[in-house]
């Protein structure tokens, strides 16, 4: 089968412009474009820079942009990009969201290492024991076990609508990794961990937009995990007071209301002795007043059409613990 490649180019000594360069090669059926940049590189251009390792898509190294999606060069079939191509050729970037250092070679110091080092992702046991395994009580949980299986391909990072906007953002492949660390049993910096991952750009800027879960090859779930993170960080009272008013208050307005009570979610979220943060929302208040929105707090807000079922699903959930 011929197939043809349209490659982005970028030689960083010569400074060259960022070309595209087309290579034609003879491939078979089952071959991935890792297999077809590794033929093109040994038979046609020596100069060819791109990563690939384990060529199974267990390093997540080869992770490039194929005809616009992030994607794993070592388990992505060529005929398949070839029926996607639209311009009578496979276009191959590298990762769009990184700089690009040669070729198909993206920084992934910046782009990926910086920001699973800021995670800090190994286990600082409670108290190993003097002789033998460490083995978590009880054994890992299933999340937990899936976690492990992140290959740090960075997918879920190109998918986060966050850092399009914000570079600076933690991001869901490091946040996973926190995850894997935060939920395991033995570590002794649980409290210590959330408290910095609640620090700003920190897993507090999720908009839980499920672009990450949805990027992932491994099915790992990141945006989940990034739930999970939250939950932890809730129920142990980690990070900004605010955060944890602001979660509390809106589940306490829905199931009394059976909806959002807004001017109850504004105060309880920056507390009733918070003087200050109260007088700061006073022009917003204002502001939602002269545009005709008059949220009521707390007795005079409105209860929606029913709102008992609502509340007993919030007392179902709640008996179970
Ligand atoms: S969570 Fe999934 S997409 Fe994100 S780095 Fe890990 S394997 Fe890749």
């Given amino acids: 089968m011929e197939v043809k490649f349209a490659v982005k180019r970028y030689d960083p000594i010569t400074n060259a412009?960022?070309?595209t360069q087309t290579y034609t090669a003879e491939v078979d059926e089952g071959d991935m474009v890792l297999d077809a940049l590794?033929?093109?590189?040994?038979?046609?251009?020596?100069t060819l820079a791109f990563r690939g390792s384990c060529r199974t898509g267990f390093c997540g190294d080869c992770t490039m942009t194929v005809n616009g999606k992030g994607a794993i060069a070592c388990r992505t079939k060529?005929?398949?990009a070839w029926d996607g191509a639209e311009d009578g050729a496979i276009e191959l970037e590298p990762l769009k969201m990184s700089r690009q250092m040669k070729d198909l070679v993206y920084n992934a110091r910046e782009f990926h290492w910086n920001k699973f080092r800021a995670v800090e992702p190994w286990v600082d046991p409670v108290q190993p024991p003097e002789k033998g395994e460490h083995l978590v009580p009880g054994g890992h949980d299933k999340h937990l076990t899936e976690s492990m299986r992140c290959t740090q391909c960075g997918l879920c990072d190109q998918g986060c609508t966050v850092l399009v906007v914000d570079k600076t953002f933690v991001g869901p492949a490091a946040l996973t990794k926190a995850y894997r660390v935060v939920a395991?049993?033995?570590?002794?910096?649980?409290r210590q961990r959330l408290d910095k991952l609640s620090l700003p750009r920190g897993m507090w800027d999720c908009t839980h937009c499920f672009e990450a879960s949805e990027h992932c090859p491994k099915y790992i779930e990141p945006t989940d995990r990034i739930f999970d993170l939250h939950d932890m960080a809730i129920k142990a009272e980690a990070g900004p007071p605010k955060v944890v008013h602001h979660y509390k208050s809106f589940a306490a307005s829905v199931k009394a209301h059976g909806w959002l009570d807004e001017g109850r979610l504004a105060i309880e979220t920056e507390g009733f002795t918070n003087v200050k943060?109260?007088?700061?929302?006073?022009?917003?208040a204002v502001k939602a007043g002269l545009k005709g929105k008059h949220p009521m707090p707390y007795m005079l807000h409105k209860k929606r059409p029913g709102h008992e079922q609502i509340k007993r699903i919030f007392e179902k959930w709640e008996s179970k613990g």
């Fill in 277 to 284: 943060g109260l007088m700061k929302l006073l022009p917003l």
């Fill in 17 to 19: 412009d960022k070309s």
């Fill in 38 to 46: 590794l033929q093109i590189r040994d038979e046609q251009d020596p």
């Fill in 184 to 190: 395991d049993e033995r570590d002794s910096r649980k």
């Fill in 78 to 80: 060529v005929k398949k």
